[in-house]
């Protein structure tokens, strides 16, 4: 099992930053890819970043590119989503969830763990 918890969501104003993390627990993190995920009102659950275990390698939605950076920190396993630059489009729940497989995974069901989620609201 692998416990993962956000923070730092909140409401801030377009054009403004926002850092969110992950923490995950339990299972050796580094066996583990780990992606950030979104939902806003009425709409379903997207991919927004994904980053290997090791770090070197990232994905990004086309939405999010040149505006948002994942990274993790794997000694303190914690995986970070900044966001530049937001756009009141950006508001949803964000979700950091686990993958135990090496490819990149961009849909939900590939993935086999997932947090609680922290809302990120951006006002216009």
């Known amino acids: 099992q692998v416990q993962l918890v956000e923070s730092g969501g909140g409401l801030v104003q377009a054009g403004d930053s926002l850092s969110l993390s992950c923490a995950a627990s339990?299972?050796?993190?580094?066996?583990?890819?780990m992606a950030w995920f979104r939902q806003a009102p009425g709409k379903e659950r997207e991919f927004v970043a994904h980053?290997?275990?090791?770090?070197?390698?990232?994905n990004l939605a086309d939405s999010v590119k040149g505006r948002f950076t994942i990274s993790r920190d794997n000694a303190k396993r914690t995986v970070y989503l900044r966001m530049n630059s937001l756009k009141p489009e950006d508001t949803a729940v964000y979700y950091c969830?686990?993958?135990?497989?090496?490819?990149?995974?961009?849909?939900?069901?590939?993935?086999?763990?997932w947090g609680q989620g922290t809302q990120v609201t951006v006002s216009s």
């Open positions: 969830a686990a993958d135990a497989s090496i490819r990149v995974a961009y849909t939900e069901t590939e993935y086999d763990y």
């Open positions: 980053i290997s275990r090791g770090g070197s390698t990232t």
């Open positions: 339990g299972r050796t993190f580094t066996n583990y890819a």
